[in-house]
């Protein structure tokens, strides 16, 4: 999710960002060896662009925004094998930006990282974010950017492919915690039309009843 690029442009150019904290699990979070998902942005730097992507057009960021669940992904050495109940929330924010919140469990123990995502091109039709993380979480200093392309996203707003301007990282998502077979064959399928080679495909495994949404912390300003 990250390009060669790394200027910042935003939905509506926002001096400042916002980013929640919760307090309580500040301390206890494992911020880099229990990275989660979005944050694969990291490492797309480095790799070439192979094939030319299909990306969705015209994006409803409004009916995208709430709680996505992991379904499916590709295996990165960042993100810890056992890791169960992962998810990512959206937050529309006033200024057109999108608060991004990653978490993900490992032995009962939640891990965290939160963002602000916007449009690459204010003036593109194609559904190509930027994602900025800061790390730590703890102390939210370094700035990280990325790319978020919504490969596929169908027409109730329930179930979503995303990758980047490659196909190294890959994710299956959906609003629910479990999905059927038929359901989940159809979007490696899309993905795999796409150029991915989908046998990479590691299912993320998910509770029956998923973990209770933390606590809303203080609110931190970050320029």
């Not at 056992?82 to 009962?108: C, S």
């Not at 039309?193 to 970050?222: C, F, H, M, W």
Request: aromatic share 10%; glycine share 4%.
């Amino acid at each position: 999710m990250v390009d060669d690029n790394n200027s910042v442009k935003t939905l509506g150019s926002p001096a400042r960002s916002t980013i929640l904290t919760n307090p309580a699990t500040a301390m206890a979070e494992r911020p880099m060896r229990h990275c989660l998902f979005l944050l694969a942005s990291l490492l797309l730097t480095t790799v070439a662009t192979s094939n030319a992507t299909t990306v969705v057009k015209n994006l409803d960021l409004k009916r995208y925004m709430g709680r996505w669940y992991e379904i499916a992904r590709f295996p990165t050495f960042f993100e810890k094998s056992n890791a169960v109940d992962t998810r990512a929330t959206y937050t529309l924010n006033d200024n057109g930006t999108v608060h991004v919140l990653n978490e993900d469990f490992v032995d009962g123990k939640r891990s965290y990282v939160e963002g602000i995502a916007y449009k690459a091109d204010p003036k593109s039709d194609e559904a190509k974010l930027k994602v900025k993380f800061y790390v730590p979480p703890s102390v939210p200093i370094f700035p990280v950017i990325g790319d978020y392309w919504v490969l596929y996203i169908d027409q109730d707003y329930q179930n979503a492919v995303v990758g980047g301007p490659t196909k190294i990282f890959l994710w299956i998502l959906s609003r629910k915690s479990h999905i059927d077979d038929a359901t989940y064959k159809e979007l490696v399928e899309k993905a795999k039309n796409e150029g991915y080679d989908v046998s990479k495909l590691r299912k993320t495994p998910q509770s029956e009843k998923p973990p209770p949404a933390a606590e809303e912390g203080r609110t931190l300003s970050i320029s």
